[in-house]
Protein backbone atom coordinates (compact mmCIF):
# COMPACT_ATOMS: atom_id res chain seq x y z
CA UNK A 1 0.00 0.00 0.00
CA UNK A 2 1.78 3.62 -1.02
CA UNK A 3 1.49 6.17 2.06
CA UNK A 4 0.37 9.26 0.97
CA UNK A 5 2.75 11.42 2.91
CA UNK A 6 5.94 10.04 1.75
CA UNK A 7 6.03 12.40 -1.01
CA UNK A 8 4.96 15.27 2.26
CA UNK A 9 7.61 14.07 4.29
CA UNK A 10 10.28 14.39 1.53
CA UNK A 11 9.55 17.67 0.84
CA UNK A 12 9.49 18.82 4.94
CA UNK A 13 13.17 16.40 5.08
CA UNK A 14 14.65 18.45 2.43
CA UNK A 15 13.38 22.01 3.22
CA UNK A 16 14.53 21.39 7.09
CA UNK A 17 17.98 20.43 5.34
CA UNK A 18 17.91 23.57 3.27
CA UNK A 19 17.19 25.32 5.95
CA UNK A 20 20.17 24.22 8.27
CA UNK A 21 22.49 24.78 5.16
CA UNK A 22 21.47 28.08 4.73
CA UNK A 23 21.75 29.22 8.29
CA UNK A 24 25.52 27.94 8.27
CA UNK A 25 26.16 30.23 5.14
CA UNK A 26 24.63 32.97 7.09
CA UNK A 27 26.75 32.01 10.05
CA UNK A 28 30.46 31.93 7.79
CA UNK A 29 29.26 35.31 6.33
CA UNK A 30 28.58 36.99 10.08
CA UNK A 31 31.71 35.37 11.20
CA UNK A 32 33.59 37.26 8.48
CA UNK A 33 31.67 39.97 8.76
CA UNK A 34 32.86 40.42 12.48
CA UNK A 35 36.11 39.64 11.60
CA UNK A 36 36.11 42.62 9.23
CA UNK A 37 34.51 44.70 12.54
CA UNK A 38 37.13 43.26 15.31
CA UNK A 39 39.47 45.87 16.79
CA UNK A 40 43.02 45.44 14.85
CA UNK A 41 46.81 46.88 14.96
CA UNK A 42 48.22 48.46 11.25
CA UNK A 43 50.63 50.59 10.44
CA UNK A 44 51.24 53.75 8.64
CA UNK A 45 53.68 53.69 5.69
CA UNK A 46 55.69 57.04 5.35
CA UNK A 47 58.06 57.38 2.15
CA UNK A 48 60.01 60.21 3.22
CA UNK A 49 62.99 57.55 3.67
CA UNK A 50 66.71 57.48 1.68
CA UNK A 51 67.28 54.13 -0.22
CA UNK A 52 63.28 53.36 0.21
CA UNK A 53 62.43 50.03 -0.27
CA UNK A 54 60.68 49.00 -3.34
CA UNK A 55 57.17 48.39 -3.22
CA UNK A 56 57.39 45.02 -3.57
CA UNK A 57 60.22 44.88 -0.46
CA UNK A 58 57.76 46.33 1.50
CA UNK A 59 55.11 43.94 0.66
CA UNK A 60 57.25 41.09 1.73
CA UNK A 61 58.28 42.85 4.79
CA UNK A 62 54.86 43.70 5.73
CA UNK A 63 53.67 39.61 5.05
CA UNK A 64 56.87 38.39 6.87
CA UNK A 65 55.47 40.51 9.95
CA UNK A 66 52.21 39.58 9.62
CA UNK A 67 50.94 43.11 9.61
CA UNK A 68 47.36 42.86 7.69
CA UNK A 69 46.39 46.56 7.83
CA UNK A 70 48.09 49.65 6.19
CA UNK A 71 47.74 53.53 5.50
CA UNK A 72 48.70 55.01 3.22
CA UNK A 73 49.29 58.83 2.57
CA UNK A 74 48.74 58.75 -0.95
CA UNK A 75 47.47 56.09 -3.69
CA UNK A 76 50.95 55.19 -4.97
CA UNK A 77 49.90 52.83 -7.98
CA UNK A 78 53.38 50.75 -7.52
CA UNK A 79 52.68 50.00 -3.93
CA UNK A 80 48.87 49.52 -4.56
CA UNK A 81 50.11 47.10 -7.43
CA UNK A 82 51.81 45.30 -5.09
CA UNK A 83 49.14 45.04 -2.40
CA UNK A 84 46.88 43.19 -4.70
CA UNK A 85 46.36 39.60 -3.96
CA UNK A 86 47.65 40.10 -0.39
CA UNK A 87 44.43 39.86 2.02
CA UNK A 88 46.10 43.54 3.47
CA UNK A 89 43.66 45.81 4.12
CA UNK A 90 44.60 48.80 2.88
CA UNK A 91 43.28 52.69 3.76
CA UNK A 92 44.70 54.93 0.88
CA UNK A 93 44.84 58.51 1.25
CA UNK A 94 44.74 62.25 -0.23
CA UNK A 95 47.58 64.57 0.29
CA UNK A 96 46.08 67.95 1.49
CA UNK A 97 47.87 69.71 -1.70
CA UNK A 98 44.90 67.85 -3.38
CA UNK A 99 41.69 68.91 -1.98
CA UNK A 100 41.56 72.39 -3.60
CA UNK A 101 40.95 70.49 -6.51
CA UNK A 102 38.55 67.61 -5.09
CA UNK A 103 36.19 70.29 -3.26
CA UNK A 104 35.38 72.19 -6.07
CA UNK A 105 34.41 69.62 -8.64
CA UNK A 106 32.84 66.50 -8.74
CA UNK A 107 33.93 65.59 -11.97
CA UNK A 108 37.40 65.81 -10.02
CA UNK A 109 36.82 63.93 -7.31
CA UNK A 110 34.87 60.99 -9.46
CA UNK A 111 37.89 60.80 -11.77
CA UNK A 112 40.33 60.54 -8.67
CA UNK A 113 38.16 57.50 -7.30
CA UNK A 114 38.07 55.41 -10.90
CA UNK A 115 42.02 56.25 -11.40
CA UNK A 116 43.11 55.45 -7.25
CA UNK A 117 40.31 53.31 -6.34
CA UNK A 118 37.99 51.50 -9.01
CA UNK A 119 41.53 50.41 -10.90
CA UNK A 120 42.64 48.63 -7.89
CA UNK A 121 39.85 47.32 -6.31
CA UNK A 122 39.40 44.40 -4.90
CA UNK A 123 42.38 42.94 -5.96
CA UNK A 124 43.99 45.36 -3.19
CA UNK A 125 41.84 45.06 -0.52
CA UNK A 126 41.30 49.69 0.06
CA UNK A 127 38.62 49.63 3.14
CA UNK A 128 39.04 53.30 3.49
CA UNK A 129 39.97 56.57 2.35
CA UNK A 130 41.51 59.24 4.26
CA UNK A 131 40.76 62.69 3.01
CA UNK A 132 43.75 65.02 3.36
CA UNK A 133 45.62 65.00 7.30
CA UNK A 134 45.12 66.94 10.26
CA UNK A 135 43.23 69.85 7.55
CA UNK A 136 41.48 72.09 10.57
CA UNK A 137 44.84 72.69 12.19
CA UNK A 138 47.63 71.97 9.54
CA UNK A 139 46.39 74.32 6.79
CA UNK A 140 42.91 76.08 7.88
CA UNK A 141 42.25 77.79 4.52
CA UNK A 142 41.03 74.62 3.11
CA UNK A 143 38.72 73.67 5.83
CA UNK A 144 35.83 75.06 4.16
CA UNK A 145 36.53 72.64 1.22
CA UNK A 146 36.80 69.76 3.55
CA UNK A 147 33.27 68.23 3.86
CA UNK A 148 32.19 69.06 -0.04
CA UNK A 149 35.56 67.07 -1.31
CA UNK A 150 34.35 63.93 1.11
CA UNK A 151 30.85 64.33 -0.04
CA UNK A 152 31.86 64.33 -3.84
CA UNK A 153 34.28 61.08 -3.07
CA UNK A 154 31.65 59.61 -0.98
CA UNK A 155 29.01 60.17 -4.55
CA UNK A 156 31.71 58.81 -6.56
CA UNK A 157 31.76 55.75 -4.88
CA UNK A 158 28.12 55.40 -4.70
CA UNK A 159 28.35 55.46 -8.25
CA UNK A 160 30.66 53.17 -8.18
CA UNK A 161 28.53 50.87 -5.93
CA UNK A 162 31.38 50.87 -3.47
CA UNK A 163 30.18 53.01 -1.12
CA UNK A 164 29.06 49.92 1.81
CA UNK A 165 32.81 48.76 1.16
CA UNK A 166 34.95 51.56 1.56
CA UNK A 167 34.42 54.35 4.25
CA UNK A 168 35.81 57.85 3.81
CA UNK A 169 37.06 59.78 7.08
CA UNK A 170 39.77 62.85 7.33
CA UNK A 171 42.41 62.15 9.93
CA UNK A 172 42.30 65.08 12.79
CA UNK A 173 45.21 66.06 15.08
CA UNK A 174 44.09 65.79 18.98
CA UNK A 175 44.25 69.45 19.42
CA UNK A 176 40.89 69.78 18.07
CA UNK A 177 39.29 68.75 20.63
CA UNK A 178 39.81 71.43 23.99
CA UNK A 179 40.05 70.71 27.69
CA UNK A 180 40.14 66.95 27.33
CA UNK A 181 41.09 66.00 30.73
CA UNK A 182 39.06 64.98 32.57
CA UNK A 183 37.13 63.67 29.08
CA UNK A 184 34.11 64.16 30.22
CA UNK A 185 34.39 68.14 29.96
CA UNK A 186 36.11 68.18 26.74
CA UNK A 187 34.40 69.62 23.80
CA UNK A 188 35.34 70.63 19.71
CA UNK A 189 37.11 73.64 19.27
CA UNK A 190 33.95 75.82 18.59
CA UNK A 191 35.80 78.03 15.94
CA UNK A 192 35.90 74.68 13.74
CA UNK A 193 32.44 73.99 14.34
CA UNK A 194 31.54 74.87 11.06
CA UNK A 195 33.23 72.12 9.28
CA UNK A 196 33.15 69.70 12.26
CA UNK A 197 29.36 69.51 12.70
CA UNK A 198 28.66 68.49 8.97
CA UNK A 199 31.68 66.11 9.18
CA UNK A 200 30.03 64.27 12.23
CA UNK A 201 26.70 64.56 10.40
CA UNK A 202 28.25 62.67 7.41
CA UNK A 203 30.24 60.05 9.62
CA UNK A 204 27.03 59.12 11.21
CA UNK A 205 25.05 58.98 8.24
CA UNK A 206 27.36 56.75 6.47
CA UNK A 207 28.32 54.26 9.58
CA UNK A 208 31.84 55.75 8.95
CA UNK A 209 34.83 56.28 11.61
CA UNK A 210 36.29 59.77 13.01
CA UNK A 211 39.86 59.42 12.71
CA UNK A 212 42.07 60.55 15.39
CA UNK A 213 45.81 60.87 15.50
CA UNK A 214 46.58 60.75 19.34
CA UNK A 215 49.69 60.81 20.61
CA UNK A 216 50.05 60.46 24.40
CA UNK A 217 53.78 60.88 24.00
CA UNK A 218 53.17 64.64 22.95
CA UNK A 219 50.29 65.10 25.80
CA UNK A 220 53.47 63.85 28.25
CA UNK A 221 56.15 66.24 26.62
CA UNK A 222 53.93 69.02 27.17
CA UNK A 223 52.14 68.18 30.99
CA UNK A 224 55.20 67.00 32.51
CA UNK A 225 54.91 66.94 36.22
CA UNK A 226 51.35 66.29 35.36
CA UNK A 227 51.05 63.44 33.22
CA UNK A 228 52.85 60.31 34.68
CA UNK A 229 55.25 58.61 32.27
CA UNK A 230 53.88 55.23 33.34
CA UNK A 231 50.30 56.52 32.57
CA UNK A 232 51.60 57.42 29.34
CA UNK A 233 53.29 53.94 28.33
CA UNK A 234 50.92 51.92 29.30
CA UNK A 235 52.74 50.27 32.35
CA UNK A 236 50.40 48.71 35.11
CA UNK A 237 49.41 51.21 38.03
CA UNK A 238 48.86 51.02 41.64
CA UNK A 239 44.60 52.67 41.81
CA UNK A 240 45.95 55.40 43.62
CA UNK A 241 48.24 56.64 40.28
CA UNK A 242 45.10 56.27 38.27
CA UNK A 243 43.75 59.57 37.02
CA UNK A 244 40.09 59.97 37.59
CA UNK A 245 37.23 61.66 35.99
CA UNK A 246 35.55 63.67 39.15
CA UNK A 247 32.26 63.98 36.66
CA UNK A 248 31.70 60.80 36.23
CA UNK A 249 34.00 58.82 38.79
CA UNK A 250 35.64 56.68 35.53
CA UNK A 251 38.96 55.59 36.72
CA UNK A 252 41.79 56.24 33.95
CA UNK A 253 45.14 53.74 33.75
CA UNK A 254 46.24 55.01 30.30
CA UNK A 255 46.25 58.34 28.27
CA UNK A 256 45.32 57.44 25.09
CA UNK A 257 42.30 55.81 27.08
CA UNK A 258 41.19 59.32 28.39
CA UNK A 259 42.02 60.85 24.73
CA UNK A 260 39.81 58.69 22.93
CA UNK A 261 36.89 58.79 25.75
CA UNK A 262 37.40 62.87 25.38
CA UNK A 263 36.97 62.42 21.26
CA UNK A 264 33.71 60.33 22.45
CA UNK A 265 32.12 63.28 24.63
CA UNK A 266 33.13 65.83 22.42
CA UNK A 267 30.55 64.32 20.32
CA UNK A 268 28.18 63.56 22.87
CA UNK A 269 28.08 67.20 23.16
CA UNK A 270 26.89 67.40 19.35
CA UNK A 271 24.53 64.76 20.05
CA UNK A 272 26.69 62.57 18.14
CA UNK A 273 26.91 58.60 19.70
CA UNK A 274 26.96 56.31 16.76
CA UNK A 275 30.60 57.28 15.52
CA UNK A 276 33.14 55.13 16.24
CA UNK A 277 36.78 56.93 16.87
CA UNK A 278 39.77 55.10 14.78
CA UNK A 279 43.16 55.97 15.58
CA UNK A 280 45.18 56.56 12.45
CA UNK A 281 48.26 57.60 13.97
CA UNK A 282 50.09 56.64 17.64
CA UNK A 283 53.19 55.57 18.58
CA UNK A 284 56.50 56.91 20.20
CA UNK A 285 59.73 58.04 19.00
CA UNK A 286 63.02 56.25 19.88
CA UNK A 287 65.53 59.18 19.47
CA UNK A 288 65.49 62.53 20.02
CA UNK A 289 67.75 65.40 20.51
CA UNK A 290 68.82 66.88 24.01
CA UNK A 291 64.99 68.89 24.47
CA UNK A 292 63.62 65.27 23.76
CA UNK A 293 64.97 63.50 26.52
CA UNK A 294 62.06 60.48 26.70
CA UNK A 295 62.35 59.53 23.04
CA UNK A 296 64.40 56.66 23.58
CA UNK A 297 64.14 52.90 22.25
CA UNK A 298 62.93 51.55 26.03
CA UNK A 299 60.19 53.97 26.06
CA UNK A 300 59.28 53.47 22.32
CA UNK A 301 59.63 49.88 22.72
CA UNK A 302 57.25 50.02 25.92
CA UNK A 303 54.68 52.23 24.24
CA UNK A 304 54.15 50.59 20.99
CA UNK A 305 54.43 47.03 22.51
CA UNK A 306 51.87 47.76 25.32
CA UNK A 307 49.37 49.55 22.64
CA UNK A 308 49.20 46.60 21.12
CA UNK A 309 48.39 44.29 24.03
CA UNK A 310 45.82 46.76 24.60
CA UNK A 311 44.25 46.49 21.53
CA UNK A 312 44.29 43.03 21.35
CA UNK A 313 42.84 42.70 24.59
CA UNK A 314 39.84 44.43 23.02
CA UNK A 315 39.01 46.11 26.64
CA UNK A 316 37.34 49.25 25.28
CA UNK A 317 37.97 52.36 27.51
CA UNK A 318 36.21 53.55 30.88
CA UNK A 319 33.54 55.29 28.70
CA UNK A 320 32.95 52.52 26.46
CA UNK A 321 34.74 49.26 27.41
CA UNK A 322 32.33 47.71 24.63
CA UNK A 323 34.07 49.32 21.94
CA UNK A 324 37.95 49.04 21.30
CA UNK A 325 39.47 51.70 18.94
CA UNK A 326 41.34 50.11 15.99
CA UNK A 327 44.87 52.12 15.87
CA UNK A 328 47.33 52.18 13.00
CA UNK A 329 50.91 52.77 14.46
CA UNK A 330 53.02 55.73 13.52
CA UNK A 331 55.22 54.28 11.75
CA UNK A 332 56.60 51.41 9.92
CA UNK A 333 59.76 52.89 8.57
CA UNK A 334 62.06 55.58 10.19
CA UNK A 335 61.80 58.60 7.97
CA UNK A 336 65.04 59.96 7.63
CA UNK A 337 64.25 62.90 5.65
CA UNK A 338 61.53 64.52 7.39
CA UNK A 339 62.75 68.15 8.43
CA UNK A 340 62.32 69.07 12.66
CA UNK A 341 64.25 68.29 15.70
CA UNK A 342 65.46 64.92 15.50
CA UNK A 343 62.31 62.39 17.13
CA UNK A 344 60.45 63.36 13.72
CA UNK A 345 63.38 61.21 11.92
CA UNK A 346 62.45 57.92 14.29
CA UNK A 347 59.25 57.28 14.49
CA UNK A 348 59.75 53.78 12.68
CA UNK A 349 59.20 50.14 14.14
CA UNK A 350 62.49 49.42 11.44
CA UNK A 351 64.92 50.86 9.87
CA UNK A 352 64.90 52.21 6.15
CA UNK A 353 66.59 48.85 4.67
CA UNK A 354 63.83 46.76 7.15
CA UNK A 355 66.32 45.85 10.09
CA UNK A 356 64.53 46.07 13.22
CA UNK A 357 64.99 49.66 15.29
CA UNK A 358 63.66 47.64 18.73
CA UNK A 359 62.23 43.70 19.25
CA UNK A 360 58.54 44.42 20.33
CA UNK A 361 57.55 41.91 23.58
CA UNK A 362 53.70 41.06 21.67
CA UNK A 363 53.86 37.61 23.58
CA UNK A 364 51.13 36.45 23.88
CA UNK A 365 48.93 39.36 21.25
CA UNK A 366 48.38 37.14 18.42
CA UNK A 367 50.31 37.31 15.31
CA UNK A 368 51.00 40.61 14.86
CA UNK A 369 55.03 41.30 14.30
CA UNK A 370 55.21 37.44 14.66
CA UNK A 371 54.56 35.57 17.61
CA UNK A 372 57.35 36.52 20.02
CA UNK A 373 60.21 38.75 18.70
CA UNK A 374 61.69 39.58 22.04
CA UNK A 375 65.10 37.64 20.99
CA UNK A 376 64.00 35.98 18.06
CA UNK A 377 64.82 36.83 14.56
CA UNK A 378 65.75 36.22 10.97
CA UNK A 379 67.57 37.21 8.27
CA UNK A 380 66.30 35.38 4.59
CA UNK A 381 66.24 36.47 1.12
CA UNK A 382 63.69 39.25 -0.28
CA UNK A 383 60.81 37.94 -2.68
CA UNK A 384 61.57 38.85 -6.61
CA UNK A 385 65.39 38.72 -6.76
CA UNK A 386 66.99 37.48 -9.44
CA UNK A 387 68.80 34.09 -9.23
CA UNK A 388 72.24 35.20 -10.64
CA UNK A 389 71.83 38.30 -7.98
CA UNK A 390 71.20 35.71 -5.03
CA UNK A 391 73.68 33.14 -6.72
CA UNK A 392 76.07 35.95 -5.77
CA UNK A 393 75.46 36.41 -2.64
CA UNK A 394 75.02 33.21 -1.65
CA UNK A 395 78.66 32.61 -2.59
CA UNK A 396 80.11 35.38 -0.30
CA UNK A 397 77.90 34.27 2.43
CA UNK A 398 79.24 31.08 2.11
CA UNK A 399 83.08 32.25 1.24
CA UNK A 400 84.26 35.44 2.62
CA UNK A 401 81.26 35.79 5.13
CA UNK A 402 82.75 33.02 6.83
CA UNK A 403 78.76 31.48 7.23
CA UNK A 404 78.22 27.98 7.99
CA UNK A 405 76.62 26.80 4.83
CA UNK A 406 77.27 22.82 5.71
CA UNK A 407 73.35 22.23 5.90
CA UNK A 408 72.63 23.39 2.78
CA UNK A 409 75.38 21.10 0.86
CA UNK A 410 73.33 17.98 -0.85
CA UNK A 411 72.19 15.11 1.63
CA UNK A 412 72.20 17.52 4.54
CA UNK A 413 68.49 18.45 6.09
CA UNK A 414 68.21 22.24 4.40
CA UNK A 415 69.53 20.98 0.64
CA UNK A 416 65.76 20.80 -0.06
CA UNK A 417 64.38 22.53 -1.52
CA UNK A 418 67.42 22.86 -3.83
CA UNK A 419 67.04 26.33 -4.97
CA UNK A 420 68.88 29.51 -4.87
CA UNK A 421 66.63 31.71 -2.80
CA UNK A 422 66.16 29.11 -0.04
CA UNK A 423 69.97 27.99 -0.02
CA UNK A 424 70.20 31.70 -0.05
CA UNK A 425 68.30 32.22 3.23
CA UNK A 426 69.93 29.71 5.45
CA UNK A 427 73.02 31.12 4.71
CA UNK A 428 71.38 34.98 5.57
CA UNK A 429 70.59 34.21 8.65
CA UNK A 430 73.98 31.64 9.80
CA UNK A 431 75.94 35.22 8.71
CA UNK A 432 73.50 37.36 10.80
CA UNK A 433 73.30 35.49 13.58
CA UNK A 434 77.32 35.08 13.85
CA UNK A 435 77.38 38.83 13.54
CA UNK A 436 75.25 39.07 16.53
CA UNK A 437 72.14 40.62 14.70
CA UNK A 438 74.39 43.66 14.20
CA UNK A 439 72.58 46.44 12.16
CA UNK A 440 74.10 45.97 8.42
CA UNK A 441 74.48 42.38 8.53
CA UNK A 442 71.06 41.41 7.00
CA UNK A 443 71.84 43.63 4.05
CA UNK A 444 73.70 41.54 1.45
CA UNK A 445 73.28 44.99 -1.34
CA UNK A 446 69.92 45.11 -0.78
CA UNK A 447 68.52 41.31 -1.25
CA UNK A 448 68.21 40.51 2.44
CA UNK A 449 65.53 40.77 5.12
CA UNK A 450 64.81 40.86 8.59
CA UNK A 451 61.94 38.64 9.80
CA UNK A 452 60.37 37.53 13.08
CA UNK A 453 58.88 34.75 11.61
CA UNK A 454 60.98 31.51 11.80
CA UNK A 455 61.85 30.57 8.46
CA UNK A 456 62.55 26.41 9.73
CA UNK A 457 60.62 23.91 7.53
CA UNK A 458 60.53 20.13 8.04
CA UNK A 459 63.69 18.70 9.98
CA UNK A 460 65.44 21.59 8.54
CA UNK A 461 66.32 24.13 11.75
CA UNK A 462 67.30 27.55 10.77
CA UNK A 463 70.63 28.75 13.21
CA UNK A 464 68.37 31.59 14.54
CA UNK A 465 66.00 29.25 16.03
CA UNK A 466 65.70 28.91 20.01
CA UNK A 467 64.06 25.51 19.13
CA UNK A 468 67.36 23.55 17.50
CA UNK A 469 66.53 19.77 17.55
CA UNK A 470 62.65 20.59 17.45
CA UNK A 471 60.95 20.69 13.93
CA UNK A 472 59.45 24.38 13.84
CA UNK A 473 57.33 25.60 11.34
CA UNK A 474 56.38 29.41 10.54
CA UNK A 475 53.23 31.17 12.01
CA UNK A 476 50.11 31.08 9.52
CA UNK A 477 48.87 34.30 8.06
CA UNK A 478 46.49 35.49 10.29
CA UNK A 479 43.83 36.86 8.14
CA UNK A 480 44.16 33.58 6.04
CA UNK A 481 43.98 31.26 9.15
CA UNK A 482 40.75 33.41 10.60
CA UNK A 483 39.19 33.86 7.54
CA UNK A 484 36.06 32.34 7.02
CA UNK A 485 35.45 33.37 3.52
CA UNK A 486 36.34 29.61 1.68
CA UNK A 487 34.11 27.92 4.09
CA UNK A 488 31.39 30.42 3.84
CA UNK A 489 31.89 29.74 -0.40
CA UNK A 490 31.92 26.29 -0.02
CA UNK A 491 28.52 26.55 2.01
CA UNK A 492 26.82 28.39 -1.08
CA UNK A 493 28.11 25.40 -3.37
CA UNK A 494 26.24 23.02 -0.51
CA UNK A 495 23.18 24.91 -0.90
CA UNK A 496 22.85 25.07 -4.92
CA UNK A 497 23.84 21.22 -4.92
CA UNK A 498 20.34 20.94 -2.17
CA UNK A 499 18.29 23.52 -4.48
CA UNK A 500 18.76 20.88 -7.53
CA UNK A 501 18.22 17.47 -5.09
CA UNK A 502 15.01 19.50 -3.86
CA UNK A 503 13.97 20.59 -7.46
CA UNK A 504 14.29 16.77 -8.65
CA UNK A 505 12.75 15.67 -5.51
CA UNK A 506 9.74 17.60 -5.91
CA UNK A 507 9.13 16.63 -9.37
CA UNK A 508 9.23 13.21 -8.56
CA UNK A 509 6.70 13.88 -5.64
CA UNK A 510 4.23 15.82 -8.17
CA UNK A 511 4.70 13.03 -10.94
CA UNK A 512 3.79 10.52 -7.66
CA UNK A 513 0.48 12.00 -6.59
CA UNK A 514 -0.82 12.59 -9.99
Not at 171 to 178: D, E, R, T
Not at 391 to 399: E, F, H, N, R, S
Amino acid sequence: MEDSNLPFNLFLFLSLLLFSAVEADLTWELKKQNQDAAAFIGVNIGTDTSNLLSPTAIVSLLQLQQISHVRLYDADPDLLRALAHTKIRVVVGIPNNQLLALGSSNATAAAWIGRNVVAFYPDTLITAIAVGDEVLTSVPSVGPLLVPAIEFLYAALVAANLHTQIKISTPHSASIVLDPFPPSQAFFNQSLNSVIQPLIAFLSRTESPLMMNLYPYYVFMQNRGVVPLDNSLFKPLTPAKEEVDPNTLLHYTNVLDAMIDAVYFSMKNLNVTDVAVLVTESGWPSKGDSKEPYATIDNANTYNSNLIKHVIDRSGTPLHPEITSSVFIYELLNEDLRPGPVSEANWGLFYGNSTPVYLLHVTGSGTFLANDTTNRTFCVAMDGVDSRTLQAALDWACGPGLSNCSEIQPGEVCYQPNNVKSHASYAFDSYYQKEGKAVGSCDFKGIAIVTTTDPSHGSCIFPGSKKVGNITKPASNATEASNGEGLRLRGRGGVAHLLIILVILISTCISWTS
